[in-house]
């Protein structure tokens, strides 16, 4: 059965910390994605990529790196966290064309 | 940049009844549309797509897209209580590189 599993599940991290969130899809789907979500600005492209070892801004990059070391694993990193990045964060996976992203249940990041 | 706009924010209807959700996008070009919804603490889930324009059923689900006015809707018969959920739209670029979000409609389906 199509997967994406994200962990942790949940995460708190301090201000000025750095915080890795891991995202692994079962899938063989060539693109991968994060996303953010806020209330009233529903989900918000961080990141993408579409190959391994490769990946692309998205709409609102600043503050957050990604890598994508294989085909079935894509991390989001932030470097020095701050206050502004709590939120959920949602990896989603997809094929190239035309599929619907899959996507996984969340991580609920809360920077203190 | 794909801007996509949902309407209306919320909603409450009686169960039973017919709900109709909006979305508009920018881009003439766009590829693909999708209708996802959320239950709370979850990840959205694909409900239902359309590429061409016309309309496209699947079950209680009917979607309509009009890309010359650049408007796609979603319309559920016989709502129940558990349609009860935030709805997104989607709209992905040519080749799903990019898909941008909707802010999202809350609808609460009232027993």
């Known amino acids: 059965e199509a997967a994406v599993t994200q962990s942790p599940r949940s995460k708190v991290a301090v201000t000025g910390g750095k915080v890795t969130l891991s995202c692994h899809q079962t899938?063989?789907?060539?693109?991968m994605y994060w996303y953010r979500q806020d209330t009233g600005h529903g989900l918000r492209l961080i990141h993408y990529s579409y190959v391994a070892d490769s990946t692309e801004k998205g709409d609102i990059p600043d503050g957050y790196k990604a890598s994508r070391p294989s085909q079935e694993n894509f991390s989001l990193i932030l470097e020095l966290a701050s206050l502004s990045q709590t939120a959920v964060y949602f990896c989603a996976s997809s094929e190239r064309d035309s599929q619907a992203p899959l996507f996984g249940e969340g991580t609920r990041l809360s920077v203190l | 940049q794909e801007k996509v706009q949902q309407s209306p924010e919320s909603l409450i209807v009686p169960e039973g009844a017919m709900v109709s959700l909006n979305c508009s996008f920018s881009?003439?070009?766009?590829?693909s549309i999708w209708w996802y919804q959320q239950h709370p603490g979850k990840g959205p889930k694909a409900l239902i797509s359309i590429f061409s324009n016309g309309n496209k059923k699947e079950g209680r689900l009917t979607v309509y897209l009009n890309r010359a006015s650049l408007h796609v809707s979603l319309h559920i018969k016989d709502s129940q209580p558990s349609d009860s959920a935030v709805y997104l739209c989607?709209?992905?670029?040519?080749?799903?590189?990019?898909?941008?979000f909707g802010a999202g409609t809350k609808l609460t389906i009232k027993p």
């Open positions: 881009d003439s070009a766009s590829q």
């Open positions: 899938n063989n789907h060539d693109y």
């Open positions: 989607a709209v992905s670029d040519y080749g799903n590189e990019k898909i941008t």
